[in-house]
């Protein structure tokens, strides 16, 4: 029997790139065969040179300050000594809302190339975001001009791209009010609506997962009590407009931001003028700092009355609100509905509202016309196998997507099993579109429900309690193949959701916390743990 000699081993992947062993093997003999000609290996530099990031600032793009619950000061400390782009992004809320027009990575990219100039469109971030921001972009306008290097091949400037109206916060379209509907029935403490909208005419689509932008507007009795507070009529030109329609449908009233203070702080003098700058700089010397509004502010430093044009000046556009749609394009084409949860609260003895869900759900009225866009979900979004089983857990409004996610498997004809995990404070007041799922649960649409009141008994009982009480049965759709998905608060609720996942492996999975820990995060790398968290 002739032996027959191996052919040598080409190593066009050099040692040093972050691969492993097995990928290194894969992708050099993919490349060998590739090529027809001898194969020249990459030198040290030159692996080097191909795995620098797209700035060719060598990082590795890894980035482990990606997570909604780590606060800001232990991600910045995480992205210590990394490139200025990323710790950029570091800076950012980690949610991939899309809310300011991009997830984080690319928001931070555009920031850092300088092709985007506004750093305050991180919503979920807020100050503590914007004020990092403004530090790391005095770094950027420091560092000296890249060099070019003369043997890279020159890239054609990118093509600009038209937007379509609708699919962007920069570029809104009107949609027209139909309805709302009162969710709570009497004994609750919350209030949530069931808010439609009519498409017909905005040309506008969208798939489950997406969610939809509201441009909402100030509201005018808030509007005329700044105005009183500037001693300025509500007609004074600023802008090509009067001052009340710019308040009422351009600028924020909601914090007040560093600027605003730094406009006090230049046209008033003593203990007022130090008041004013510590609170501009981040600093809270009367402990109320979390509190002040625009109005606030104003009230505050009730003896300054800025020029409404220095006024206007100081003060941050108005954002768009980002809410998760909870119906199916494919089930009742032109129409769309969002599930909100109105908020109010007391701060001293004034009322707060919160802008966009008090426009939808007392302010705007049906027939009116609503500038809103469809914001692309990032990573959330139904399995393209429409056998595969999913697991849902929304309590509150989290529960708007997966809605949205049933009425579509209905309408497409979907087999996939679907479990709900449905939270709130009491069953009988807040089981939000209990006859729908119910309907689905007897239909066979939805395999099971499963529900958790936090209030209804003397022990607080949340979906994560559930969940845990279920585990072997969660733990088989696991091992099945299942999808999970997880809507909510980012803070409390999807850490606890993820914590018991995590247990429910180790147990039902005979594996060891670390083990467990690694198998959800495999499940997130494979698209297999999805979350739209706030």
Not at 188 to 211: C, M, N, P, Q, R
Not at 218 to 223: A, C, I, P, R, T
Not at 270 to 299: I, S
Not at 485 to 505: H, N, P, Q, S, T
């Amino acid at each position: 029997m002739n032996q027959i000699t191996p052919p040598p081993k080409i190593e066009i992947i050099p040692s040093s790139a972050p691969f492993s062993e097995a990928q290194r093997t894969w992708l050099n003999g993919f490349f060998a065969g590739l090529l027809t000609e001898t194969v020249t290996p990459l030198s040290a530099e030159q692996g080097a040179a191909v795995m620098k990031g797209p700035a060719g600032d060598s990082d590795d793009g890894a980035a482990p300050w990606h997570d909604q619950t780590m606060p800001i000061s232990d991600r910045m400390k995480l992205a210590e000594g990394r490139p200025l782009r990323r710790r950029m992004m570091a800076a950012m809320a980690q949610q991939d809302c899309g809310q300011c027009g991009y997830n984080c990575h690319d928001y931070s990219e555009a920031i850092a190339s300088k092709a985007e100039a506004r750093l305050n469109l991180c919503v979920p971030g807020g100050k503590e975001t914007a004020r990092m921001l403004k530090t790391l972009h005095e770094e950027l306008d420091k560092a000296p001009a890249a060099t070019p290097d003369p043997a890279a091949t020159p890239v054609a400037p990118a093509a600009v791209s038209f937007v379509e109206l609708g699919r962007s916060r920069d570029n809104p379209t009107p949609a027209t009010f139909l309805s709302r509907r009162l969710l709570n029935k009497s004994g609750s403490e919350k209030e949530t609506w069931h808010i439609e909208f009519d498409l017909a005419g905005s040309g506008l689509d969208y798939v489950v997962g997406d969610s939809f932008g509201i441009f909402a507007r100030n509201e005018l009795g808030h509007v005329d009590q700044v105005i009183a507070l500037l001693g300025a009529s509500h007609t004074t030109e600023v802008r090509g407009r009067t001052l009340r329609e710019v308040l009422t449908d351009e600028v924020s009233l909601a914090p007040a931001p560093d600027s605003l203070f730094e406009l006090i702080s230049f046209i008033t003098g003593g203990a007022q003028r130090e008041k004013a700058r510590a609170l501009a700089q981040g600093d809270d010397p009367d402990g109320d700092g979390a509190t002040l509004d625009v109005m606030a502010a104003l009230q505050k430093f009730s003896g300054v009355r800025p020029h409404p044009e220095a006024f206007i000046e100081a003060l941050e556009p108005l954002q768009p609100r980002l809410y998760s749609i909870s119906s199916s394009h494919n089930a009742t084409p032109g129409k769309l509905s969002l599930t909100v949860d109105c908020v109010r609260y007391v701060v001293g003895k004034r009322k707060r509202l919160g802008l966009a869900s008090n426009f939808l759900a007392a302010r705007v009225q049906a027939g009116d016309q609503v500038k809103v866009y469809v914001q692309k979900a990032h990573g959330f979004g139904l399995p393209q196998d429409p056998k595969i089983p999913i697991i849902m857990i929304g309590p509150g409004t989290g529960v708007a997507p997966f809605r949205a996610f049933l009425l579509d498997r209905r309408a497409t004809g979907a087999n996939g099993r679907n479990w709900l995990f449905f939270g709130h404070q009491r069953s009988s007041c807040d089981f939000f579109y209990s006859d729908e799922l119910n309907a689905m649960k007897t239909a066979g649409l939805l395999t099971r429900l499963s529900l958790a009141w936090s209030r209804d008994g003397d022990k607080k009982f949340y979906v994560q309690d559930r969940m845990r009480e279920v585990g072997r049965e969660l733990w088989s759709w696991l091992a099945e193949g299942a999808h999970v998905y997880v809507c909510g608060d980012a803070k409390r609720m999807g850490k606890d959701v993820e914590r018991a996942l995590v247990d429910i492996v180790a147990q039902h999975g005979a594996r060891s916390t670390d083990e467990a820990i690694n198998f959800v995060g495999e499940l997130k790398k494979k698209g297999r743990y999805q979350q739209d968290v706030y």
